[in-house]
């Protein structure tokens, strides 16, 4: 249970917009979720197909999954990370899965 899973999200236009990550803890016996989403200005004045911005959020993720976040995650990403948590949940079977808050529409 060592593997750490990354996902890089995209939207429609596949253009970066956030990252996932799944960190294990072999220690408490969890699988810890985290997530970064990129600023709408990057987004939209095309600055986000640079490495760095992909760094940069792979890092954020990893300290929200490492150390947890009291932020909810960001609405646009709540699909993605319902995928995400059931890739993950195939993978890491019988582990306890530690995700960020998911908010719909009707919450």
């Not at 990129?38 to 004045?45: F, M, Q």
């Not at 999954?65 to 909810?72: D, S």
């Not at 019988?94 to 908010?103: D, Q, R």
Request: overall charge positive; charged content about 35%; hydrophobic content about 35%.
């Amino acid at each position: 249970m060592e593997k750490v899973i990354i996902k890089h999200i995209r939207d429609k236009k596949h253009r970066y917009v956030g990252t996932f990550v799944a960190l294990p803890d072999v220690d408490q016996g969890v699988v810890r979720v985290g997530w970064s989403k990129c600023h709408r200005l990057d987004k939209e004045k095309n600055r986000i197909n640079k490495i760095s911005s992909k760094k940069k959020g792979l890092t954020i993720a990893m300290t929200r999954a490492k150390k947890g976040t009291k932020k909810p995650l960001a609405f646009t990403l709540a699909d993605e990370m319902l995928k995400f948590i059931e890739r993950i949940s195939r993978y890491y079977k019988g582990e306890n899965i530690i995700s960020p808050a998911i908010y719909t529409m009707g919450e």
